[in-house]
């Protein structure tokens, strides 16, 4: 079965800055990777995917996350964040066959300060 | 497109009420399913349908019944409410059994159990 770790419950940054959240997976086959977010009082969107090919993959409103298979990562990463960025995301994982279960970790609360 | 709809948003019921939660797609997708989020856990999978008049346990089924009998609706049923299935539930569909596809979710409902 996979899992995923996600170390970070709450990232505050600054707005502007730059900002990192951390994810790492854990399975015996190979895997899909996603990054969801969720805005308050909203449902999930999906913000990136990694299927196969490049290991670094563009998402929406300027988020990017970089496979790295040795370390089983999949950080998610933004370079200048804005007030809108707020929100809870999720990264989640899911075995390339069969069926269609994601695993979900914890989730990181984003924070923009002023 | 609608997307994924899902009624009521807020609930409150008392120990041993039964009710069912709503879920409805226009999307005609073949895969639904249902988590619930709860603080500090992430989603964790109820129930899901590969389509209609296929379901199959997930991860916490206990307490939770669900049918399939249309491909557009994807109802779960509480029998008997207990204070342990307080949580935000969300229903999520994707147009068929491949690992690569999107899962789209509906807004939630918040329910709580007294």
């Known amino acids: 079965a996979q899992s995923v770790t996600q170390l970070d419950s709450q990232v505050p940054v600054f707005e502007e800055a730059p900002v990192e959240l951390r994810c790492n997976y854990s399975?015996?086959?190979?895997?899909?990777l996603f990054w969801y977010v969720q805005y308050p009082n909203q449902g999930l969107q999906l913000l990136l995917k990694?299927?196969?090919?490049?290991?670094l993959v563009k998402g929406i409103n300027g988020f990017e996350a970089e496979f790295n298979k040795s370390q089983t990562s999949f950080h998610l990463r933004k370079p200048s964040v804005h007030i809108s960025d707020t929100a809870e995301y999720f990264c989640?994982?899911?075995?390339?066959?069969?069926?269609?279960?994601?695993?979900f970790g914890t989730g990181t609360r984003l924070t923009i300060i002023p | 497109n609608a997307g994924v709809t899902q009624t009521p948003k807020f609930q409150v019921l008392k120990t041993g009420q039964s009710m069912t939660l709503q879920c409805a797609q226009d999307?005609?997708?073949?895969?639904m399913s249902w988590y619930r989020q709860d603080p500090g856990m992430g989603l964790r999978l109820i129930h899901y349908?590969?389509?209609?008049?296929?379901?199959d346990q997930g991860e916490v089924p206990n307490g939770y019944n669900v049918s399939r009998s249309t491909t557009e609706d994807f109802p779960l049923r509480l029998l008997s409410a207990a204070p342990s299935q307080t949580s935000v539930y969300f229903c999520?569909?994707?147009?068929?059994?491949?690992?690569?596809?999107?899962?789209?979710f509906g807004p939630g409902t918040r329910l709580t159990v007294l």
């Open positions: 989640a994982v899911r075995t390339n066959f069969g069926n269609e279960k994601l695993t």
């Open positions: 990694y299927l196969s090919g490049s290991t």
């Open positions: 399975s015996s086959v190979s895997v899909y």
């Open positions: 349908s590969v389509g209609a008049g296929i379901t």
């Open positions: 999520a569909s994707s147009y068929s059994q491949g690992s690569y596809n999107e899962q789209f």
């Open positions: 999307m005609n997708h073949e895969y």
